[in-house]
């Protein structure tokens, strides 16, 4: 037990220096804009037109329009503010969903997706979208930073046309409408139950965030429902999606059906690009283990496929010493739980079910600690 817990504490710092090398099969080509769909909500929040400008005002419209016309993201957003508000210059929504339409949105619709499964999903989704919507959004979050008696002035009035705005787009059949309802809406929590109903609205536009985060909220109460919706947002490319829908297929024991999934959650599961440089893995998340396990077990054993026990061996030494690390991540923070003194039946439970998993995964993987030992005399990355 000491080696392994000095082996767990060990692992970070290597698995930083020699990171593991991507399946070869990766072809990640999908950039990262600016501000992607998941944390839209917020990245918009750091748009700030200053009021207090008003003796410069005809000056900065007229930078900040040139510079959106030429593709400034935060340009764009600034123009839309001073037009939706009437600051300094005269109110128009026309106006500001003029500079709106000037937005390549297409490329926060491909992010964190594969958008190879699904080529024609874009172009479905922009067909439907209206950029009023992104009008709107821009406003409720300027108006959620407008803290100043300066701002307040300009938008003191505007908060309800604006969500109105976002529910007549909405009902017109635009899922990313219903989407920025959902994120606005789910921060109030005397609203959670409209933005859930937003939620299914927009995954049932179609919109493979939303049919995502809709399959995790209902997870637990609808697993049947939960499985349909993980399956829409894999078929579109979304790549979170692809390890709990290639895990449900696997459990219904459909391995040849799950095998693409998994193989697929392997490739992509935890995969970030930083900056646009050579993308990085997270390798101890659940989700990426959890899909490893199932493929070693397909390998291993020749579910829905023949067996390839060489190429399970090798899975085996590659993500088992992640197995070690999760385990121990979980394993010690249960203990400072209880050694801070929080006794909460709902979190011992949440650990104890992790614990319990992976310390059954260790024994199965590695029952006499011969990959453990591999992993202490440097041979692991080999």
Known sequence: MIKYFISCLLLLSVINAKALTLNESLTYTDS???????????????????????????????????????????????????????????????????FAKDWDFSQVIANASITSINPSYAEDILSKFEPSSLVALIGLNFIEKASNVDAYKYTKVSKPDLIQL????????????????????????????????????????????????????????DPETSFKYFEMAAKNGYRKAFSPYGIRLYDQKKYKDSLLWLTRAVAFEGVTPIYFEVPERNSYSEA???????????????????????????????????????????????????????????????????????????????????????????????
């Open 166 to 221: 976002l529910i007549s787009n909405g009902e017109k059949g635009d899922p990313i409408a219903n989407y920025f309802y959902y994120l606005h809406q789910q921060t109030e929590w005397k609203n959670r139950e409209i933005a859930h109903t937003m939620l299914k609205k927009s995954a049932d536009n179609g919109l493979r965030v939303a049919q995502y985060k809709y399959a995790v909220l209902v997870r637990d109460t």
């Open 288 to 382: 990426y283990l959890d899909a490893q396990y199932r493929l070693y077990n397909i390998y291993k054993k020749g579910l829905g496929i023949p067996s390839k026990k060489n190429y399970a061996e090798y899975i085996r030494f590659q993500f088992t010493p992640y197995v070690y690390y999760r385990l121990y991540k979980y394993e010690t923070g249960q203990s400072k739980m209880h050694k801070d003194g929080y006794k909460y039946d709902v979190f011992d439970d949440w650990y104890k079910v992790r614990i319990d998993k992976y310390r059954k995964m260790i024994r199965e993987l590695d029952p006499n600690g011969v990959v453990l030992d591999a992993y202490n005399r440097g041979e692991y990355f080999k």
């Open 32 to 98: 990262i804009p600016r501000f992607i769909i998941e944390t839209i909500s917020t990245s918009f929040t750091e748009t700030k037109v200053n009021v207090r400008e008003e003796d410069e005002w005809a000056e900065i419209v007229k930078k900040r329009a040139a510079l959106a016309k030429a593709g400034d993201v935060d340009a764009l957003h600034q123009i839309v503010t001073h037009y939706y508000f009437g600051i300094g210059v005269k109110k128009s929504l026309d106006k500001a969903i003029f």
